[in-house]
């Protein structure tokens, strides 16, 4: 049985992991171009559009991860017909939520770049960037939808080809727009918005070859529904909006201590941060289908060793990411410091080494909160998530700036997620098998 779920949990997380990496290169990719095509207020501009592609994500895995949750749990217990009526019901509200976004796009987003902190020298850039990608928000949306229920599916495969082939399709097209056909940012957002687009292209094959156990039918919106899926997919939304969060007032911080410099110095951080959060999120995908299968099914040992493989896993990648900061810093700031400016590199620099500290922690605390959230544990999944992108972070980030700066604003990270992996681990301690009990009783 070890073996079996050892087996299982390395195709799953290894998958998992390859596609959040793809999808992080999505922002990855416009941050590098815009670097070196658009200098420091490129980058600045970038960095103050971010949280709103953060949240449009964490819609979109709300839905996709609340809904396939559910799917999954109701397909192991052979409730085919209920398990298709919440993909239905996760459509219909990202349609919903689609809609409202797109008009915000058309109508607000030079207000929307005002309040996110952008001036004479960022505006333009920050409105064009805001536009292009509120107006493809269907397309993030359903992408997430379907990369979520497609892994649930039992094609964790093609789910991971599809993430890995629209992150270099925007690869490729973030060149091309932004150096032979010289569209600026225009260019990077657009080349990001047709990436989901490519992805979903990718996705299509599960129905054309017949593979699919969910499609598309008469249903009716039904509240407890909808209810069911928010809940089971909060965390992940909370993960992805606390980002968004923290940048913004990391920026608002920032701008006040060493103005659009420090912002840009923050952007080569926290993008550089994104591709080690995928990690850990590509971690938590990959034991959602296994642990809410096992749950489904009543299996407690197997659930027990899912949890373990991803804890120990979660903390030797994360050593392995701090020995990467340290020993690589300065040719990794290098990246994206085009102009060799001395002042960005010192300021990214420096950031670089006390940020990553926090990923220890930061990992164990994404990958419990995937968990608990796939044994619709949603209470504390979402405390969790809560506690480490609100409630910890936002006060740590004001009361640290105030006493020690830039250095404060950096340390205050890794100190909102030491504070949250205490929670993490009460939480784990409750958790024995006498409290996870798998009934036929489940959301309707």
Request: charged share 10%; hydrophobic share 50%.
């Given at each position: 049985m070890k073996s079996r779920t050892l087996t299982k949990f390395a195709k799953y997380v290894s998958l998992g992991i390859l596609g959040m990496l793809g999808l992080s290169f999505y922002i990855l990719a416009d941050t590098f171009f815009i670097a070196n095509r658009l200098g420091p207020d490129g980058l600045a501009a970038l960095n103050l559009a971010i949280p709103i592609y953060s949240f449009i994500s964490g819609l979109g895995l709300m839905l996709g991860i609340g809904g396939a949750t559910k799917y999954a749990i109701l397909t192991a217990r052979q409730e085919g017909e209920?398990?298709?009526?919440?993909?239905?019901?996760?459509?219909?509200?990202?349609?919903?939520?689609?809609?409202?976004?797109?008009?915000?796009?058309?109508?607000?987003?030079?207000?929307?770049?005002?309040?996110?902190?952008?001036?004479?020298?960022?505006?333009?850039?920050?409105?064009?960037?805001?536009?292009?990608?509120?107006?493809?928000?269907?397309?993030?949306?359903?992408?997430?939808?379907?990369?979520?229920?497609?892994?649930?599916?039992?094609?964790?495969?093609?789910?991971?080809?599809?993430?890995?082939?629209?992150?270099?399709?925007?690869?490729?097209?973030?060149?091309?727009?932004?150096?032979?056909?010289?569209?600026?940012?225009?260019?990077?957002?657009?080349?990001?918005?047709?990436?989901?687009?490519?992805?979903?292209?990718?996705?299509?094959?599960?129905?054309?070859?017949?593979?699919?156990?969910?499609?598309?039918?008469?249903?009716?919106?039904?509240?407890?529904?909808?209810?069911?899926?928010?809940?089971?997919?909060?965390?992940?939304?909370?993960?992805?909006?606390s980002s968004g969060i923290v940048l913004i007032i990391f920026n608002l911080l920032i701008l006040n201590l060493t103005g659009n410099l420090g912002v840009a110095a923050y952007g080569i951080v926290a993008n550089l941060a994104l591709v080690a959060t995928a990690v850990f999120v590509g971690i938590g995908q990959g034991i959602q289908p296994l642990a809410s299968r096992d749950f489904g099914k009543g299996r407690l040992e197997e659930l027990k060793k899912t949890l373990q493989y991803a804890i120990v896993l979660s903390i030797l990648i994360a050593v392995f990411f701090n020995l990467i900061a340290f020993a690589f810093t300065d040719k990794l700031v290098s990246i994206f410091n085009s102009e060799d400016n001395l002042k960005l590199a010192g300021l990214a620099g420096k950031g670089l080494r006390l940020y990553f500290t926090g990923f220890i922690f930061a990992g164990l605390n994404i990958v419990i909160t995937a968990y608990l959230s796939a044994i619709q544990r949603a209470g504390q999944a979402f405390f969790i998530s809560i506690g480490r992108g609100f409630i910890a972070i936002i006060p740590l980030a004001l009361i640290l700036s105030y006493l020690f700066a830039m250095e404060g604003v950096w340390l205050s990270f890794p100190a909102a997620e030491v504070t949250t992996a205490m929670i993490s681990a009460y939480y784990l301690i409750q958790l024995d098998r006498r409290e996870v009990r798998v009934t036929g009783e489940v959301f309707n």
């Open positions: 209920k398990a298709n009526n919440y993909f239905n019901n996760t459509l219909f509200m990202g349609f919903l939520i689609s809609v409202v976004l797109i008009f915000i796009g058309i109508f607000g987003s030079a207000n929307l770049s005002r309040l996110l902190g952008a001036d004479k020298s960022t505006f333009q850039m920050t409105n064009i960037y805001l536009k292009t990608i509120l107006l493809f928000t269907p397309a993030y949306i359903l992408n997430n939808i379907m990369l979520a229920f497609v892994r649930n599916d039992g094609a964790p495969r093609l789910s991971m080809l599809a993430m890995l082939t629209g992150s270099f399709s925007n690869i490729i097209l973030d060149y091309i727009f932004m150096y032979p056909l010289n569209m600026g940012m225009f260019g990077a957002a657009f080349a990001t918005g047709l990436a989901p687009i490519i992805s979903l292209a990718v996705l299509s094959s599960h129905f054309r070859k017949k593979r699919n156990r969910f499609y598309i039918s008469k249903f009716r919106p039904e509240i407890n529904v909808f209810s069911a899926i928010c809940s089971l997919g909060m965390s992940s939304l909370i993960t992805e909006l």
